[in-house]
């Protein structure tokens, strides 16, 4: 009687092992297809417009100058910007003529064989994670923190988010309607206290209270604007007094309808405070997608997240693969 119990137990472990293995599986995949779906409706006005500007896109054909001509010009307007362009058009030119193929598999293969899928992200150990948040005015920056949140939220972990935007009015009500949203805790000051301030009074609570990760915004700043980028620097310095290695993360955030803007920006804010990421926001509101591409070749700065639409969950990992393979899909 005994063995048959533990024969009918071994059968059932086995049998809920299985059960949790497909489950784990079949969500996997179904966060996969999530994945993609939401990236593909993010970039759709771009793909809709190099499918409408390239009609042979998926169709097999013979490169020649004219074609060569029509993509370097669709690619531009796609704002892959010229340096980038002009390198897969010299590559393009090498395929032997003769020989017909699909040009979407091509161009594929081509652009992701420009992107260094080699660059280093810092993943820190160090509790709480600290991550800067830098970025003009206007680029979705508090919204994008806000999604960020939620997103970490969602992995279990313990968010606090900081309102170091202590020169707009309404960054600090905004940032903390983000924060009840998610789900994280929220520190500021309605007052307009010196935001470095507000950053090491933030830490110093994180630091008490086990937070996993701490989020600061930061006020929206023209890169020209030298006295509001050494703030920036300042604010850094501060953190680092509390966490020798904080922060951990500076994540600067650019709207993908500035196009080519964005690098400017980028090198700007890359020599003030060390950008080690960026998350392009407002994806789906333009047909400029190329540009991330663009930022990712010249700057050689990871790109963390993509902005694809407006509700908690529209923020997605930029993965180099799928994001090449959904701005080149062949529309059916």
Not at 112 to 120: A, G, T
Not at 158 to 166: F, H, I, P, S
Not at 246 to 272: C, R, S, Y
């Amino acid at each position: 009687m005994y063995d048959i119990i533990i024969k009918i137990g071994a059968i059932f472990l086995i049998v809920l092992i299985c059960f949790v293995f497909v489950y784990f599986i079949r969500r996997r995949k179904y966060k996969i297809k999530l994945f993609k779906t939401k990236l593909n409706k993010g970039l759709n006005k771009t793909e809709t417009g190099i499918a409408a500007r390239i009609p042979l896109l998926g169709k097999y054909f013979r490169i020649d100058t004219r074609l060569l001509s029509t993509i370097e010009d669709t690619l531009i307007a796609s704002d892959l910007g010229v340096e980038l362009t002009d390198i897969l058009i010299d590559r393009l030119k090498k395929i032997d003529r003769r020989e017909s193929a699909n040009l979407a598999e091509i161009l594929k293969t081509e652009i992701k064989s420009l992107i260094n899928s080699e660059i280093s992200i810092n993943e820190t150990k160090t509790k709480p994670r600290v991550i800067l948040c830098v970025g003009v005015n206007g680029t979705g920056k508090t919204t994008s923190i806000g999604k960020l949140a939620y997103r970490f939220r969602t992995q279990g972990k313990r968010v606090m988010l900081v309102a170091g935007d202590t020169f707009r009015a309404a960054a600090y009500e905004q940032l903390k309607i983000w924060a009840e949203r998610s789900g994280a805790e929220f520190l500021g000051n309605p007052k307009g206290k010196d935001p470095s301030s507000v950053a090491f009074d933030a830490i110093k609570s994180a630091l008490v209270k086990g937070h996993d990760t701490v989020m600061i915004d930061t006020a929206g700043r023209l890169h020209t604007k030298s006295n509001l980028m050494d703030e920036l620097a300042k604010i850094k310095r501060v953190i680092a007094k509390q966490i020798p290695d904080a922060p951990h993360d500076i994540w600067l955030v650019l709207d993908a309808n500035t196009g080519q803007n964005g690098i400017v920006q980028a090198q700007e804010f890359l020599k003030t405070v060390g950008v080690t990421g960026i998350i392009l926001s407002k994806l789906d509101g333009t047909a400029k997608g190329g540009a991330v591409l663009a930022i990712h070749h010249k700057l050689s700065i990871p790109i963390r997240y993509l902005g694809v639409g407006e509700q908690i969950d529209d923020l997605v990992e930029f993965d180099p693969g799928n994001f090449v393979d959904a701005l080149l899909k062949v529309m059916e």
